[in-house]
């Protein structure tokens, strides 16, 4: 009786501090991203505040489409671009004329550097101790892109 319940307290350990992971790593990512963006397009502490729940938002739903569609790119890339695009509209109307368009014309360099910040955080927690997980290894997992 007493392994059951030890065991039973285990597996609900296991399966909330995943969660609090997920959201941990999507935190990490927006606060990177949107840094990156305060700097880069001046923007005022209100732009600020916005951008940086918009790019909570979406990094929690890129991470959520990672997890739902682990090993199907396709879908992925789909999903991706449905949120990159529901981001953009979302930023059009915080970021003034000047500032989106600047925006728009860095998403490349952006998604570039989110790609390689989501590369070195995947790296270093897979340096630190591996975590079991039901979807597989962790060499099946992906890294997402803004656009």
């Known amino acids: 009786m007493k392994n059951l ?13 995943a969660a609090a992971t997920g959201k941990e790593l999507a935190e990490q990512r927006a606060n990177n991203l949107s840094d ?13 505040n916005k951008v940086r729940e918009i790019n909570l938002d979406k990094a ?19 999903k991706y671009k449905e949120i ?13 004329t000047v500032q989106y368009n600047d925006y728009f014309g860095s998403r490349k360099s952006l998604t570039k ?4 910040y989501m590369a070195n955080l995947t790296k270093k927690s897979e ?3 591996p975590v079991a997980t ?3 290894s962790a060499s099946e997992s992906t890294v997402s892109t803004i656009n």
Do not use: H, P, W
């Open 127 to 129: 340096e630190k101790a």
């Open 5 to 17: 319940i030890v065991l039973t307290f285990l597996v609900f350990g296991i399966v909330f501090g």
């Open 134 to 136: 039901t979807s597989g």
């Open 84 to 96: 990159c695009a529901e981001r953009d509209r979302e930023l059009e109307r915080v970021l003034s």
């Open 36 to 48: 990156k963006m305060i700097v880069e397009l001046r923007l005022n502490n209100y732009q600020s």
């Open 60 to 78: 929690a739903k890129m991470l959520a489409v990672e997890e739902q569609y682990a090993g199907n790119q396709e879908v992925i890339d789909q």
């Open 113 to 116: 550097s989110d790609k390689q």
